[in-house]
């Protein structure tokens, strides 16, 4: 189990289940490198001809003349050929790579709908760790949504979050709850104050939720063994996964 039982109600306690306030989430922004999508560009082809003609060979007999009119002739039309050829693949490859440039933008323009800053209250978001920072917008109740945002204010105050969670980046504070039900399973209780529980799938996961309820006194909110995360609204219970 990756936190201490819960102690006797009508004792002292100590631990995650003194009572006392725990942390709003003190969580470091993340600055993480962002850019865009590489365009394809255009290639250029290079052919360089060849320059002046051998002086014709001294007139011999009419049968050399005709054998040679018949070659210039052939080389002439591998010429004329060739650059047939030449503009037929430029020509190719100057709209596959107008083709390959489309996506790209197009990618890049979802890519930036998908910050931080499209982000409100009501949505949903992943975090890529404990500690918080870069975050992608995901769908609720799913797999990949960890928090679900209650608010988002300008600047770094993480105050303006009182008992929920916080996560500050690109110059917003936004405040978070967990989105999780009975049956979800979370990363393993910590009791470093930079770190805060994150969706986990229950075939590797150690704690799994046993109930989520409107805020309360933990000792009696949650069930014999319990632990829990108090938030300004609500009040989420874990223990061991069930047959682990």
Avoid: H
């Avoid at 978070?176 to 979370?186: F, H, N, P, R, S």
């Amino acid at each position: 189990m990756s936190y201490p039982p819960q102690p006797d109600p009508y004792g002292s306690q100590s631990g995650p289940y003194s009572g006392q306030q725990y942390p709003s989430g003190q969580y470091p922004t993340g600055n993480y490198p962002t850019g865009g999508y590489p365009q394809g560009g255009s290639e250029d082809f290079w052919r360089q001809v060849a320059g002046s003609q051998p002086p014709m060979p001294p007139k011999k007999k009419s049968t050399g003349m005709v054998l040679g009119l018949v070659g210039g002739g052939v080389a002439v039309l591998a010429v004329i050929t060739l650059v047939v050829v030449m503009i037929i693949n430029v020509n190719s490859r100057d709209e596959a790579d107008q083709q390959r440039t489309v996506p790209a933008e197009q990618t890049t323009s979802r890519t930036s709908e998908s910050g931080s800053g499209s982000v409100t209250a009501g949505d949903c978001i992943g975090l890529l760790d404990e500690r918080g920072g870069e975050m992608t917008e995901e769908t609720c109740g799913t797999l990949d949504s960890d928090y679900q945002v209650v608010k988002v204010a300008n600047g770094t105050d993480r105050s303006v979050c009182g008992d929920d969670y916080s996560n500050v980046i690109d110059g917003k504070t936004y405040c978070i709850v967990l989105d999780v039900e009975v049956g979800d399973c979370i990363t393993p209780y910590s009791e470093a104050s930079d770190r805060i529980p994150l969706k986990l799938d229950c075939a590797v996961a150690e704690d799994q939720i046993t109930r989520v309820a409107p805020r309360g006194e933990p000792a009696q909110v949650c069930g014999e063994g319990d632990g829990y995360y108090t938030f300004a609204e609500k009040t989420f219970c874990f223990n061991n996964v069930r047959g682990a």
